[in-house]
């Protein structure tokens, strides 16, 4: 990571739909399809979409299994996934404390 405090915010989960799949993922342990839909209010194509970019990235692991007859799909995150999570977190910590510091450069 550079010098560059925004260098903490990763693009991976800054998305808004991508930051809560991953919060709920870690609040959670892991999710199901229609959770995480019916949560982040999100078409399936569009959730789809998302999950595949977190799993190609290696964020979250997606088991797809069947319940009976009908598909199912549950979200966890991996380690990669935790770490990357917490130091986005931490970078966020860093921008909100660095904007209520007083400018001591004015």
Not at 85 to 92: A, M, S, T, V
């Amino acid at each position: 990571m550079g010098d560059n405090i925004f260098d903490a915010i990763d693009e991976t989960i800054h998305a808004k739909a991508r930051l809560g799949i991953m919060s709920l993922l870690v609040v959670n342990g892991s999710c199901d399809f229609g959770f995480l839909r019916n949560e982040l209010q999100l078409t399936e194509g569009n959730l789809g979409n998302h999950i595949r970019v977190l799993e190609q990235a290696g964020y979250i692991d997606v088991q797809k299994t069947f319940a009976g007859k009908r598909p199912k799909t549950v979200c966890s995150p991996t380690e990669l996934g935790l770490n990357m999570f917490k130091q986005y977190i931490e970078g966020l910590e860093r921008i909100i404390q660095m904007a209520q510091s007083p400018n001591t450069k004015r």
